[in-house]
């Protein structure tokens, strides 16, 4: 693989990082202006066909998004959209940093996937990473202690982690479709689900907050899109360092839009998290096995 390659991968991956971090600054900003979760889930698939399906058409074409494996995008759809309750509850229920901070924990939660769903050897380095990765959670969290952290919302970060880690084991049976077409089932059969739910949530908005519901998809489509260039360009342990880029734009758009800068157990405890998470994808590596780890939280 040569070095170009790569080089553009880690930037496709870290362009990714920056649209799904903005994507959730946006999710809270709207609920600051009076949209609820369902409404925000909603036009957070709605918007983001429109952008798969351009890069569909400039792409593949749009013949590429027939499958035969319509049983496989709907139980990954099915996942994934609990997935993105969890994701967007985390960010409305914590601070951006904290909320970043736990998803941190989706190398964990593969980890015990694999082992327990898949059957996958599991050596003491792993699962010493893993017991160490939850310490850095409870130093962050301060379950009993905490005030910054809520133990609900803490709870609801780490369920939105492993649904990240259970998509990513699901997409392992569609890793023969085209990413485009994967993209464009989970937006197409997971929208009649969360339309249900908007029905009941339906209101008026300024054009402002309309404006926000809709970058949300924009921002949420590219960003998905982004990830799925980076998987093709460069190895995933080259690229999932990346992904803990997220924590400076969380920690600036935070400050920024909402006055609100990461705790000190939060700067103590990602470092712990982060290292055990890097420490799993290398030893992944080092062991050739297929990745459980592909993507950042899908939303």
């Not at 080089?7 to 971090?21: D, P, T």
């Not at 999710?27 to 952008?51: D, H, N």
């Not at 898949?118 to 409870?138: D, I, K, P, S, Y």
């Not at 880690?165 to 009649?192: H, Y």
Request: glycine share 10%; with cysteine; proline share 5%.
């Amino acid at each position: 693989m040569s070095d170009d390659r790569v080089l553009k991968g880690i930037g496709l991956r870290l362009l990714a990082i920056f649209f799904l971090s903005t994507m959730s600054a946006l999710v809270k900003l709207a609920e600051t202006r009076g949209a609820s979760l369902p409404e925000t889930m909603f036009w957070r698939q709605a918007c983001a066909l429109p952008v798969v399906l351009t890069f569909v058409a400039a792409g593949p074409g749009l013949r590429s998004l027939r499958t035969t494996r319509l049983k496989g995008h709907l139980a990954r759809s099915l996942v994934g959209v609990v997935g993105m309750v969890f994701t967007f509850g985390a960010v409305l229920l914590l601070p951006l940093a904290e909320a970043t901070t736990f998803q941190f924990t989706v190398p964990i939660f593969a980890t015990i996937l694999g082992a327990l769903v898949l059957g996958e050897r599991t050596g003491v380095q792993r699962w010493g990473a893993v017991l160490v990765g939850f310490a850095g959670v409870l130093v962050v969290a301060q379950p009993g202690g905490g005030e910054h952290v809520p133990l609900f919302g803490a709870i609801v970060g780490l369920l939105a982690a492993l649904f990240v880690a259970l998509v990513a084991i699901l997409l392992r049976q569609l890793r023969d479709e085209p990413s485009g077409t994967t993209v464009f089932w989970f937006s197409t059969l997971t929208l009649p689900l969360i339309a249900v739910p908007y029905a009941f949530h339906l209101q008026s908005h300024d054009w402002l907050t309309w404006a926000n519901l809709a970058a949300i998809g924009v921002v949420g489509g590219c960003g998905q899109l982004a990830l799925t260039g980076a998987a093709k360009l460069a190895p995933v342990t080259t690229v999932v360092p990346m992904d803990y880029s997220g924590l400076i734009w969380a920690t600036i758009y935070g400050w920024l839009l909402f006055g609100v800068l990461p705790s000190a157990m939060t700067w103590a405890g990602a470092p712990i998290i982060i290292a055990s998470g890097l420490f799993i994808v290398w030893r992944e590596q080092r062991l050739g096995k297929q990745q459980t780890v592909t993507a950042a939280p899908e939303d």
